[in-house]
């Protein structure tokens, strides 16, 4: 049973494994009155990354939590579009990594506006000096460890819409808060998940949407070599909020944009 | 100025950043009555370490919070010793990792009893399966993303002290709550700051203390072949609150006891 917190009625205890380790994860969901885009991808998502670290969450008592968000927040926002941020922590515990014998999760709700959307003509990004590096066995797991988006999120200068992240070896992995696609010819490209920090949403539904559409896309490690080459590649920064968004310059390197992602997938068609 | 949480009064705030994202550091410290071990290490460590996180912090104001704690709660451990834990967040935040334009620094004060300490005699130690990658930017940091150390601990059977952690390649790193020193001949080794994911303040402590004490101490990598010499080192695991502890066995290889660090350097001697 988990112990939902509304974050703008009720703090939680200091003794929280979600603020001692950062022991637990979270989906940030965009809204549209009632409705959620892409709920059963969040729903998936953090009932099998859960699982992976061992909290128990059940995945009705999430997709109540939403209905229920829905319903309190939805006239805050005048039946428009809003974002609900869920944290699922594993509870309370003592001093030490070890696991408390029973611990209760707790599910902390926050709402907050929709951030401005973007030009569709393409946003200009950077790239962050701040390297990544991925655990496998956490890769792609929203959990609250994010020191490295926050650490790379302090170099943004005020032009830039998104600063991508490179591993140790150069290869672009993926932004401070978005996922990457590429599409040179009629090839789509991402790196792959076991790669990632985050594996977002979005770009589960666009993978999966894609394919059925009779795209080819290829899950592969993205070289730094792909900007200097003579084929540049169309560029989206994909996250389940902000949508898919052209990027017409990378780090100074103007990219060509009308890779057609926004129509080809329409996110908002999952609504529910 | 400090927004100061006694754990067991105060909630915080659900939207701290410290449960967002793991967005602060701690110190675990050991008190003797109203003094605290190390004390001058620690107040190091966290200014230092919040200054590469860009969080802002006093050190006269952690001096006072722990001279305060030591006045509070010295009575409930009758004199004895204890634990106190302290836990610094960049504060509250929005939704998003950017830093918000005017932070107020929280710290979470609490306390608990002294765990059990080993007998002199050496533990039983045995190896994580879960791998250890660190940040070269946030090496060292003992700060909140801590999700690979309570993956670790999953693994204890009950049988072991400590679980020595590797990294990718197979080195050996530090255990979930340690770092470690190894004796061979009349040298010491220990793993670099570099590499770790937490440089402990006893580590720091003893590597000073061995050197003025004209011992020869090497950081280095560690690689597993170490445990496969016929000159098997002698093994210790250090932290700040259980001490130096010898290890008898690791992985079921038999490890010589005998080094001496115990009484060495005794950092007891640093009590103020």
Chains 1, 2 share one sequence.
Not at 8 to 17: F, L, Y
Not at 72 to 79: L, P
Request: hydrophobic share 40%.
């Amino acid at each position: 049973m988990l112990n939902v917190i509304r974050a703008d009625k009720d703090g939680i205890s200091a003794t929280d494994r979600g603020i001692a380790y950062g022991d637990g994860l979270f989906e940030t969901i965009r809204m549209r009155g009632r409705q959620a885009v892409l709920r059963s991808f969040h729903l998936d998502r953090m009932v099998t990354d859960a699982a992976r670290l061992g909290i128990p969450c059940d995945r009705d008592e999430l997709d109540a939590a939403i209905t229920r968000a829905g319903t309190d927040y939805e006239a805050a926002f005048e039946g428009g579009d809003w974002v609900l941020k869920l944290v699922l922590t594993r509870g309370r515990g003592g001093r030490g990594y070890r696991l408390p014998e029973n611990c209760q999760p707790c599910l902390i709700v926050s709402v907050s506006a929709m951030p401005p959307l973007p030009a569709g003509t393409g946003v200009v990004a950077g790239f962050s000096q701040f390297p990544l590096t991925v655990n496998p066995q956490l890769a792609g797991i929203k959990s609250l460890n994010r020191l490295e988006q926050v650490m790379a999120s302090r170099e943004f200068t005020g032009q830039e819409f998104e600063l991508i992240m490179r591993d140790t070896a150069g290869n672009l992995v993926e932004g401070t808060r978005t996922n990457l696609f590429f599409r040179r010819d009629e090839e789509w490209l991402t790196p792959p998940a076991g790669n990632l920090a985050v594996a977002g949403v979005l770009r589960k539904y666009l993978i999966a949407c894609l394919r059925e559409k009779g795209h080819q896309i290829l899950e592969q490690t993205i070289p730094p070599s792909i900007l200097s080459s003579a084929d540049l590649p169309v560029l989206y920064l994909v996250n389940s909020v902000v949508g898919v968004v052209p990027v017409r310059s990378l780090g100074g390197v103007d990219l060509p944009v009308g890779g057609g992602l926004e129509t080809i997938c329409d996110p908002l068609q999952t609504l529910e």
